[in-house]
């Protein structure tokens, strides 16, 4: 069985500070940002809301759009979220129900 990997784009605030990960388990993942287990850019920057994510059955995969997405520009991943989040709700309300 082949386990599900995440990629994912957290902001701060409308159009504010983006931050790209990669993970195994997004529920968990987000928990994490969301409740500053882990010193870092996110917990400095308050940046632990869920904006955009993307499933992968192939980590390999995943961490290969994560790279990408990091070597994209800033307009690329604001039209991601717009795109399939246009109101830029924190979609870890959605998938923790």
Same mark, same amino acid.
């Given at each position: 069985?082949? =386990?599900? $990997?995440?990629?994912? @784009? +957290?902001?701060?605030? /409308?159009?504010?500070?983006?931050? %790209?990960? %990669? !993970? *195994?388990?997004?529920?968990?993942? &987000?928990? =994490?940002?969301?409740?500053?287990?882990?010193?870092?850019? !996110?917990? /400095?920057?308050? %940046?632990?809301?869920?904006?955009?994510? =993307?499933?992968?059955?192939? @980590?390999? +995969?995943?961490? $290969?759009?994560?790279?990408?997405?990091?070597? !994209?520009? /800033?307009?690329?991943? &604001? *039209?991601? @979220?717009?795109?399939?989040?246009?109101?830029?709700?924190?979609?870890?309300? =959605?998938? $923790?129900?």
């Amino acid at each position: 069985m082949l =386990e599900q $990997s995440y990629v994912y @784009i +957290l902001f701060n605030k /409308r159009n504010g500070t983006l931050y %790209v990960g %990669v !993970t *195994s388990n997004l529920l968990k993942r &987000i928990y =994490e940002h969301k409740h500053k287990l882990y010193k870092g850019f !996110t917990c /400095r920057y308050d %940046v632990n809301k869920l904006g955009y994510y =993307e499933v992968f059955q192939d @980590i390999n +995969l995943a961490i $290969s759009r994560e790279k990408a997405l990091k070597n !994209t520009n /800033r307009k690329t991943k &604001i *039209s991601l @979220i717009e795109k399939n989040n246009p109101t830029w709700l924190d979609l870890y309300d =959605e998938i $923790s129900k």
